[in-house]
């Protein structure tokens, strides 16, 4: 009963800054965990961070992203920095019911929105 839909994605060169936000519906967003993940052509889905009781970032992170969210504009955010080319993939906005690094868990999917980073 809940819907994402990402935006922000787009083209951006090597050390750049980008800002994926994601809208949920549904009155019970802000009970739910939200998790980031991201796919490159290729290659399988993959972690990228999660909120919810706590926050939680995968290794390839490296301190460049932060996930934040605003529960009054039921909105979910991935504040990226310093992005390099092996960023590039499609991001996906993703909910759960538990607090999880694990796709399965997650119930509710957005449509995905495209990161592109230029060398």
């Known amino acids: 009963q809940v819907q994402l839909v990402e935006s922000g994605g787009g083209l951006v060169q090597a050390g750049g800054s980008l800002r994926l936000s994601c809208a949920a519906s549904?009155?019970?967003?802000?009970?739910?965990?939200v998790g980031w993940f991201r796919r490159a052509p290729g290659k399988e889905r993959e972690f990228v961070a999660a909120?919810?009781?706590?926050?939680v970032y995968a290794n390839f992170v490296e301190d460049r992203f932060t996930i934040s969210r605003d529960n009054a504009e039921n909105t979910a955010y991935l504040q990226m920095t310093s992005l390099k080319p092996g960023d590039t993939a499609i991001y996906y906005c993703?909910?759960?019911?538990?607090?999880?690094?694990?796709?399965?868990?997650?119930?509710?999917w957005g449509q995905g929105t495209q990161v592109t980073v230029s060398s």
């Open positions: 993703a909910a759960a019911y538990v607090y999880s690094r694990s796709h399965r868990d997650y119930a509710y």
């Open positions: 549904g009155r019970t967003f802000s009970s739910l965990s």
């Open positions: 909120i919810g009781r706590a926050t």
